[in-house]
């Protein structure tokens, strides 16, 4: 079956460092990504929409100069955390399918800590 | 904006019980996901539904569109069961899922 990607699984960095997050589709194409944060006993919430040579589309609420989407290729899009600060500390996860309405596949998921 | 209420939030039973976990939105959608997160934060997705009802092992997991409600069964529950069981809402087109707050599920032996 369909395998998704997610690297780092877990990061550990000051407050003021960048943080990038790795998403890849292994054995399809994704041309759209999608980017999820869940804090603690909270429930998932979308974070953005990413779109595969165009720009990602941010849920209300989501800085989108502080978490920079890039989805450059079919089967690769990252998140980078910009000037991570300690209420930055989530659980992010990536999600993806071959098409609207397809089943979807889930990263295992990154915990980042910022210290 | 679609609301998702979820039903139990959490859920305690034995080995064997035969689970029922509850999913009701307020709009229409294309699809509804059934998805279970592991305390390692894993997610898993289980089914997506856009009518009727689907199986999968043990699990079952049914749709009424009119309604506008799901369930998410578990039969012979195992302890291997145990994990946040998560409604989410796809609207059409390439959008995001609405989430549930999920269901906190503990099958004790």
């Known amino acids: 079956g369909a395998v998704v990607s997610q690297h780092p699984s877990w990061v550990i960095c000051k407050s003021g460092t960048s943080v990038k997050i790795e998403c890849r589709s292994l054995d399809f194409q994704a041309t759209t990504m999608f980017w999820y944060r869940q804090f603690p006993k909270q429930s998932l919430m979308l974070m953005a929409t990413s779109n595969e040579g165009s720009k990602a589309t941010y849920e209300q609420g989501v800085e989108k100069d502080k978490f920079l989407i890039n989805h450059a290729s079919l089967t690769l899009s990252t998140l980078t955390v910009t000037s991570a600060h300690p209420e930055d500390s989530s659980f992010y996860i990536c999600?993806?399918?071959?098409?609207?309405?397809?089943?979807?596949?889930f990263g295992s998921g990154t915990q980042l800590s910022v210290l | 904006k679609n609301e998702v209420e979820q039903s139990p939030q959490n859920l305690t039973a034995q080995e064997g019980e035969f689970i029922t976990i509850n999913c009701s939105y307020s709009?229409?959608?294309?699809?509804l996901h059934w998805l279970q997160q592991h305390p390692g934060g894993g997610i898993v997705s289980l089914f997506m539904l856009s009518s009727g009802k689907k199986k999968h092992g043990r699990l079952i997991a049914t749709i009424n569109i009119q309604e506008k409600h799901s369930s998410l069964h578990i039969t012979a529950s195992h302890p291997r069961d145990s994990a946040v069981y998560i409604c989410a809402l796809a609207g059409g087109g390439a959008d995001g899922l609405t989430f549930g707050k999920g269901t906190h599920l503990i099958i004790q032996p």
């Open positions: 709009v229409g959608i294309s699809a």
């Open positions: 999600s993806a399918s071959r098409g609207a309405n397809e089943k979807l596949f």
